[in-house]
């Protein structure tokens, strides 16, 4: 792999956050030996769509594009997000939604399931939240991690798909430098 993409799924653009600083920490290590292009989702300009006729005929606006292009370059990608409510912040819903339209993350065939269009990258999911990851996990069944992966990674192509799930991210400044620093250690090997 030498193209990674790095989508930063923070709805506040504020710094600050740690998953901006993780996305940072992913980054600099990546820098080392690959080519790298980066979307905050936070700085974003799209409207949520409403309807299916929005979704399958509707224009695309220019951020979202740009971010097609984007996807469509790269050979690995990487989504930071904070568990909000059990789930992706609904501005990194909202964004997944308008950039898998159909024709270009897949398209319908007369045939069983739709063709897959961003076939042959891989994609790592890293989500932060204050409960403890094995709570997560077991107890909630990574919901969210799984259908990210499911619904949207694995239905338009990529494979395989990894994720990291940094749980009880307030209980400690030396938990979170452990964090930054696998971070860091998962982009020196583009993984």
Request: charged share 25%; hydrophobic share 45%.
């Amino acid at each position: 792999m030498t193209r990674i993409l790095i989508i930063d799924g923070h709805p506040d653009p504020d710094g600050g956050h740690f998953i901006h600083a993780a996305a940072d920490a992913y980054a600099e290590g990546a820098a080392t030996a690959y080519e790298l292009k980066r979307i905050a989702v936070a700085k974003l300009n799209f409207p949520i769509l409403r309807s299916p006729e929005e979704w399958q005929k509707g224009e695309v606006p220019p951020d979202i594009a740009e971010a097609q292009e984007a996807l469509r370059w790269a050979d690995h990608v990487v989504i930071f997000y904070p568990l909000w409510l059990g789930d992706l912040p609904a501005l990194l819903k909202g964004f997944f939604e308008q950039v898998a339209r159909p024709g270009f993350a897949f398209s319908y065939t007369d045939k069983g399931f739709p063709k897959k269009l961003l076939k042959g990258r891989s994609a790592r999911v890293v989500v932060t939240m204050g409960m403890p990851s094995p709570l997560y996990r077991f107890v909630y069944r990574a919901h969210s991690v799984k259908s990210l992966e499911r619904n949207f990674l694995q239905f338009v192509g990529f494979k395989p798909v990894r994720h990291s799930i940094i749980g009880s991210i307030d209980a400690s400044a030396r938990r979170r430098l452990r964090w930054l620093e696998r971070m860091r250690n998962l982009g020196t090997k583009g993984a």
